[in-house]
């Protein structure tokens, strides 16, 4: 449509006259993507997002995703302004694991290294030895058992498992869960693969554990892009949240990419695989923040300096 043409047209204006870059994940509009990528920003998964941020040398991050995304970014640049279209696309994950709760949890195992997800507050952050997004959550996992480490792992119980089913890990499990991958069900999974035998099944792995037993590769949004790629399969049953098939099917434009059902009578539910909290991100919150300058993400000097430990630590981990 027009307006969002217009609207398209002032962001790039705003965001050259700011000194600003666009950093978008995986899960927002096709429309914020297409930007982000037109305009010299990333599209990524939330690693990926966090070494773009924290490389770039815009004085502005306007930073599209969620807000545990916005805050990692200002942690490891805290002399960037970091703005977001909207401060309330929160995420289940974080809302399931309090700063204060967790706190008391790992003071009842203080002999285990305790290992979070990126999906937390800056709080539970910089309670943590080790910050891990999904895509390197298994090295380091393997890399800290090696050492004869016992962990404790926060919030995703899924991904936690899966994790601990990899490496065999003594892992004490958080009772979180991200409410979208925990929606796919396996048996909808398979009445597809019934359809379509020769289809490969990618999973994210905060899916449960039948659905991650499905999969052909489990990983981060930006490796189930490349598997895409690189499997010989010519269809593809995806199961994360759907943002993810603007860029998944520029990447193979032969191939046919299905939802994987979140029901188990195997129906598409097209409402369900999507995050509501990415959804927020949209144009015009995007123009009002670099407008406006709203949005704008602080963190607390003390918390900052605690959280960015762990965050160099998987930020310069070699696996
Ligand atoms: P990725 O690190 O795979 O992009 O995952 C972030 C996320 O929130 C998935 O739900
Ligand atoms: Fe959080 Fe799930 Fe949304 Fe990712 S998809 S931001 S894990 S609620």
């Known amino acids: 449509p027009a307006e969002d043409e217009a609207r398209v047209d002032e962001i790039k204006r705003l965001l050259e006259a700011h000194n600003a870059v666009l950093v978008a994940h995986y899960y927002t ?33 306007v930073v599209a995703g969620v807000r545990f995304m916005g805050e ?9 302004r970091v703005l977001m279209p909207t401060l309330e696309a929160t995420c289940s994950l ?16 203080p002999e285990r290294t305790v290992v979070v997800y990126a999906n937390t507050s800056a709080a539970v952050k910089a309670r943590a030895d080790w910050v891990v997004t999904s895509s390197i959550a298994v090295d380091v996992i393997e890399h800290l058992q090696a050492r004869g480490e016992k962990i404790l792992w926060a919030p995703d119980k899924h991904l936690g498992g899966y994790i601990q089913k990899q490496t065999g890990a003594d892992m004490l499990l958080w009772d979180g ?12 999974i398979q009445d597809l693969k019934a359809l379509y035998p020769d289809a490969a099944v ?11 037993g499905l999969a052909d590769v489990a990983g981060s949004t930006s490796q189930l892009i490349q598997a895409a790629k690189e499997l010989p399969q010519d269809k593809l049953i995806v199961a994360t949240d759907r943002g ?19 029901a188990g009578n195997g129906a598409t539910c097209k409402s369900c695989a999507h995050c509501p909290w990415m959804a927020m ?16 993400i602080f963190v607390d000097d003390a ?11 998987m930020l310069n981990f070699k696996a």
Do not use: W, Y
Request: hydrophobic residues 40%.
């Open 244 to 262: 993810i098939f603007f860029k998944m099917q520029q990447a193979v434009p032969g191939k046919t990419l299905f939802e994987a059902p979140t």
């Open 94 to 109: 974080d809302i399931g694991c309090p700063a204060d709760e967790f706190a008391a949890f790992c003071d009842q195992h």
């Open 281 to 296: 991100n949209a144009l015009d919150n995007l123009a009002g923040a670099l407008r406006h300058g709203s949005g704008e």
């Open 202 to 212: 990618l999973v994210h792995p905060e899916s449960p554990e039948p659905v991650v």
């Open 29 to 61: 509009d096709d429309a914020i993507q297409q930007l982000a990528e037109e305009t010299g920003g990333c599209v990524a998964d939330s690693l990926e997002m966090a070494r773009f941020g924290a490389r770039h040398e815009a004085e502005t991050l």
């Open 177 to 188: 869960a991200c409410i979208v991958h925990e929606e796919f069900k396996a048996k909808g």
């Open 303 to 313: 918390l900052r300096a605690a959280a960015l430990k762990p965050l160099e630590r």
């Open 72 to 80: 990692t970014a200002k942690i490891l640049s805290p002399e960037k």
